[in-house]
Each structure stands twice: as structure tokens, then as C-alpha cells.
């Protein structure tokens, strides 16, 4: 709904510029020129810059003369030291610009490295909400996978690794000037991988979608990301060479960015971080595990949102109770899952039994997290939901 009376305001956070379609990496030196050129650092992962993603990006540096070079050292879950390193590598090769090559670890790296090319001290310093003072470097972000939403949003993740929790800085100054998005740079993604990035994905739009942070901005596209990603992510896993599939998935990945980006998340990626940083599994996964299960703990807090997520995922609610017709979207969930070959029992990924309270202990601090969710939950609702999960 949109607000009639001094509710909070909706408020919607987006790059200047989105460029989506196939062949778009070919552009980005053409972007990098409209934002001024200079050096470019380029930052990605060791395997990214082994699989030849870069090669249509560099070529097209070099086609205009644009210098650049290469820092490949991003780690997944990034470290904080792998963005003070790079923010070093910045300053000592003479660059000018941020380009930002990857999975969100690579892309939240480039963030990272931005907003220290303009600012003081470590990121470590800017932890937090609005706490970076400045614009740093121009940025570009290009995404290789269909999933994290980063090149959108103005949120980045790292380790911090004296505690070994995720942390994360929010700042208007992490959003890129341009993201750069070409599906045929997933095309490569082997079926796993698309699963779990494309689950990722549903989970943010899904717990934007529900969140108490929700705007019209962020129902907006949540609904679209949601709806296209029930119909394409199973395609996309099951022939990666699909392009319509790809773009779609491109498309809804975005899509759930742009509405995380500005409604927030909530229980599931709370839940989900400390499989992440205990067990080293992809985030993606991670979420992917904990979702169905958050839904049915959170289902009478939205019930109205979850039934029409269920009719957006293709269930038929007609007749039903509310909470029976909320309760299809769960139903719509775990059928998506299996279609793509994701397990969302803890236990099928041999983790002890015995290490669910180290669990419960991790998501606590996640507290931030359920503070936007649509039912309040206590360490013993954690508990619970980990017990189901298992
Ligand atoms: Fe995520």
C-alpha cells in the first residue's frame, strides 16, 4: 500500500544505470569510458578469471585504450583483508575506477574496495548503517551469476575474521554507477551452482516480499522476481545453455537485488549465515536449506502475502482458508526444490546433529535480521526451526 499517513516513507535505493541483455560485456568498456576512464582495477575471483568471463570485458578495454589491471585474490565470504588488500592494490596502480567481475563475493569485494579508495582506514571501520562518509571510486558491477542481486544493491557482506560472523555495511556509496548484466555469462554456471545462486535469489524476494520493511518499491519487484523465478529456474538448471531461461533468471535476480536492496531481509538469511561460516557451504545452499522451514514458522504474520506469493508460484488457493492458501507458498517452495535437486534437511549434508546448538548461538547473533521479520522469534523458536531443518 502506499503511504496516506506519517508511516515511514517508502524509500527505493538503484544504480544510475542497468544494462541488461546478451552480449551486454562487451559494453562495459564503453561504460567505463562514459564514467570518465582511467585505470580500472578489476576485481574477481581466481577461478572467474581463469574461465575466460573476463575476456570479453578485456578485450574491450584494450579496444579503447583503456588501461587496467587484475586483482583476483577475492575469497567466497570475503575477508575483510581481501578488501583492505585490494583497496592497497588501488592506490599503489595508479587506478581511477572499480570494475567489478563476478559472484557477490566479488562484487561486495569491488564495494569494498570503492569505498576505501575515497575513505580512510579498513573496512572493518565502516561496519553499519550509513556510516561511510563519502563516494569512493566510480564503480561498475557485472555479475557471472543469477543470484546475489549485489550489482544493485547498496549492501555489502564480509567476514570479519576475528569472530569469524558475517558483517556487513550498508551505504548509499556501496551502489555501483552501472551494473552490467549478461546472461551469457552464466550460461557456464554447471546445475548446482545455478540452484543455488537462483535460490538465493527467491529467498531475497521472498523475505522482502514478507518483510515489515516491505514498500510498494519492493513488493514491486519482489512479486515479479518471485514469479519469474518459479518458472525459470527449473529450466535453467536443466539446460544451462537455455538462453531465454538465463535471461529470465538474469532478469529475476536483478529484480530480487533492486527489492532486498530497499526492503531488507529477514529470519532465513539469518539462520542460514552461521552453515556459511561453520561449514564453509555456499550461501546460496545455505538458504535454500532454511527456507521452507522459516515460511512455515512465519506464515500467520503474512498470510495474506504468502497466498499470493502461492498463486505467483502457479498454486491454485481458491477456496482454501487464508492460512491454508498461505500455507501452498511453502508447498510451492519445496516443490521448487526438488526440481532442482536442493535438499533442505540439515542432516543430508552431514552436519552432527550435536552442533545444532552452536547453531542456534550463530543465528543469535543475527539478531538485526528479525527485526524486519514478520513473526518475532527467541532462541527457542531458533531451536525449533533448526530441529525441523535437521
Ligand atoms: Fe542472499
Not at 578495454?61 to 565470504?77: A, F, M
Not at 518499491?217 to 519469474?228: G, M, N, Q, R, V
Request: proline share 7%; charged share 20%; with cysteine.
Amino acid at each position: 500500500m502506499i503511504p496516506t499517513d506519517r508511516t515511514p516513507p517508502h524509500v527505493f535505493f538503484s544504480p544510475c544505470k542497468i544494462v541488461l541483455g546478451i552480449g551486454t560485456a562487451e559494453r562495459v568498456a564503453d561504460e567505463v569510458r562514459q564514467l570518465g576512464g582511467g585505470k580500472a582495477l578489476i576485481v574477481t575471483d581466481p577461478g572467474l578469471a581463469e574461465a575466460n568471463i573476463l575476456k570479453p570485458i578485456e578485450d574491450g578495454l584494450t579496444s579503447i585504450g583503456i588501461p587496467y589491471s587484475v586483482y583476483d585474490g577475492v575469497k567466497p565470504e570475503p575477508p575483510s583483508e581481501v578488501i583492505d588488500h585490494g583497496a592497497a592494490l588501488f592506490r599503489a596502480g595508479g587506478c581511477r575506477l572499480v570494475l567489478g567481475v563476478g559472484g557477490g563475493s566479488s562484487l561486495d569485494a569491488a564495494k569494498g574496495i570503492s569505498i576505501l579508495a575515497g575513505n580512510k582506514g579498513k573496512i572493518l571501520d565502516y561496519m553499519g548503517v550509513d556510516r561511510v562518509p563519502q563516494r569512493g571510486a566510480p564503480l561498475v558491477l557485472v555479475p557471472s551469476t543469477a543470484g546475489t542481486g549485489s550489482e544493485v544493491t547498496r549492501v555489502l557482506v564480509f567476514t570479519d575474521e576475528r569472530e569469524n560472523v558475517k558483517n556487513v555495511v550498508f551505504s548509499r556509496f556501496a551502489i555501483a554507477d552501472t551494473a552490467v548484466i549478461d546472461p551469457l555469462l552464466s550460461v557456464g554456471m554447471p546445475p548446482q551452482l545455478t540452484a543455488d545462486t537462483g535460490v538465493d535469489a527467491l529467498v531475497h524476494a521472498i523475505e522482502t516480499y514478507v518483510s515489515m520493511n516491505a514498500t510498494v518499491f519492493s513488493d514491486f519487484y519482489a512479486e515479479k522476481a518471485i514469479e519469474l523465478i518459479a518458472r525459470w529456474l527449473p529450466a535453467a538448471c536443466a539446460k544451462g545453455t537455455n538462453l531465454e531461461a538465463r535471461t529470465h533468471m538474469s532478469l529475476a535476480a536483478t529484480l530480487a537485488g533492486l527489492a532486498f536492496g530497499s526492503g531488507g531481509l529477514g529470519a532465513v538469511h539469518a539462520l542460514a549465515y552461521p552453515l556459511g561460516t561453520e561449514y564453509h557451504m555456499a550461501h546460496g545452499r545455505t538458504n535454500a536449506i532454511l527456507l521452507p522451514h522459516v515460511m512455515r514458522f512465519n506464515l500467520p504474520g503474512s498470510p495474506g502475502k504468502y497466498a499470493r506469493m502461492a498463486a505467483l508460484m502457479g498454486k491454485d488457493a481458491k477456496g482454501l482458508s487464508p492460512m491454508a492458501a498461505a500455507g501452498q507458498a511453502v508447498e510451492a517452495v519445496k516443490e521448487l526444490l526438488r526440481a532442482v535437486r536442493v535438499s533442505f534437511q540439515i542432516g543430508d549434508y552431514g552436519i552432527p546433529r550435536g552442533d545444532l546448538p552452536r547453531l542456534v548461538q550463530g543465528a543469535m547473533k543475527q539478531a538485526r535480521l528479525f527485526v524486519p521479520n514478520p513473526r518475532d522469534l527467541g532462541e527457542e523458536d531458533v531451536r525449533l526451526i533448526y530441529e525441523e531443518a535437521y
